[in-house]
């Protein structure tokens, strides 16, 4: 699963670098003519969560994103989404669904070439979800096989669990054609704080993915968004 | 640009590779102890020559054929509500009918449900070498201290 997550960025890395190195001479203006720069809201979806649903069956999910210019390098950011999936562990098994909100900056700290308009940022989020687990079953967890426990099919819903949490997300985004955008971007996540089921525990929240024991998370998203020009100013 | 990108894959490596909740470390479902001690001095632990110990309809435990013991533990039935243990001593074999309640807590990912044991009573017992009993917890959750007197 994790494997296939990083396989999938850095397939989606190489792709980008092939569309960029295409791009540079699509829009050169002289060096006395000034370069619209616009601002605008761009909005795109999350293209890996289809295809992890496609592959991984009892899986589903789906994020849009936004994000708005509202400096030379800063935008507001935000990501939204759905996710309902099944997970298997050594002695139970459970499914979670749920929606998240995720609001934040990105910090684009690359310097484009006039006219084009690609991103490699950092940025910062307060993410925020809304939960709930089913334990479809378990098996009481004995050591040794004197007596072998049978699977319990417990059914046993937790509902109304949230959790926020901050994230310190790492991107590119690279413009293939005019105004779309190809994009990829990596978080790690830091838990706040979580409201925790009895006698069970928030193994997997829609946002944050896996919890990891530590409170840390890691997550990935691949997106093709569009951007829809607002303000175009000249410089 | 470089710099974040090694930062973030030494931090994805850190947080991926050795997870201590990959791996089950916590105590899981507890056994029975019982504690052998002297029926006419019942403060003094005696000793048991254990012929063998087994439950009823499953096989002898092994590690508890002719050994002498002053404690043994033995495990619960997880799927009944009671467990019958024939327990041979010096030739002679009693039987102790052992009965419960369970509860299942959950513990972690990796090691899932643990099973604790409430209400612990013997229901009754053969007396051919087993002379009393005494029940100091009647909660199992924990391997360490002895659940059960047993005075001979």
């Known amino acids: 699963m994790i494997q296939r997550h990083i396989l999938i960025f850095i397939i989606s890395v190489l792709i980008q670098f092939t569309a960029y190195s295409q791009k540079p001479e699509l829009e050169q203006e002289q060096d006395s003519i000034k370069t619209k720069v616009s601002y605008g809201f761009r909005l795109g979806i999350d293209i890996s969560k289809p295809i992890i649903s496609f592959l991984q069956e009892n899986t589903k999910g789906f994020e849009l994103t936004g994000d708005l210019r509202f400096s030379n390098n800063y935008y507001a950011a935000a990501e939204l989404g759905y996710e309902d999936v099944l997970k298997t562990e050594d002695y139970l098994n459970y499914s979670t669904k749920g929606s998240f909100i995720k609001l934040g900056v990105n910090y684009n700290a690359y310097e484009n070439w006039k006219g084009m308009n690609n991103q490699i940022y950092i940025g910062g989020r307060y993410a925020f979800s809304f939960f709930e687990h089913t334990l479809n079953s378990y098996t009481p967890n004995a050591s040794g096989t004197y007596f072998i426990a049978n699977p319990i099919e417990a059914g046993t819903n937790f509902k109304d669990l949230n959790a926020h949490w901050l994230e310190f997300v790492f991107g590119m985004k690279i413009e293939t054609l005019p105004n779309l955008y190809l994009g990829t971007q990596l978080s790690l996540k830091k838990m706040i704080a979580t409201k925790e089921p009895k006698n069970f525990k928030n193994l997997y929240i829609p946002g944050f993915n896996r919890v990891f024991s530590n409170n840390l998370g890691v997550g990935f998203n691949y997106t093709v968004s569009y951007n829809i020009p607002i303000i175009n100013k000249y410089k | ?152």
């Open chain 2, 1 to 152: 640009m470089k710099k974040y990108f090694t930062l973030i894959v030494l931090s994805l490596t850190l947080v991926l590779s050795c997870e201590k909740d990959d791996i089950c470390l916590e105590n899981t479902t507890p056994n029975l102890i019982l504690k052998f001690y002297d029926f006419e001095k019942d403060t003094i632990v005696k000793k048991v020559l254990i012929d063998s110990i087994k439950a009823i309809d499953n096989a002898i435990i092994e590690g508890y054929t002719k050994k002498t013991l002053d404690s043994i533990l033995i495990p619960l039935d997880l799927n009944e509500f009671k467990t019958v243990y024939k327990i041979s001593s010096g030739g002679k074999s009693d039987t102790i009918y052992f009965s419960y309640g369970r509860n299942d807590v959950f513990v972690s990912r990796s090691c899932g449900y643990k099973t604790i044991f409430e209400n612990l009573k013997i229901d009754s017992f053969t007396n051919n070498w087993i002379k009393s009993y005494n029940i100091n917890n009647t909660t199992i959750n924990n391997d360490t201290t002895a659940h059960i007197n047993i005075y001979h």
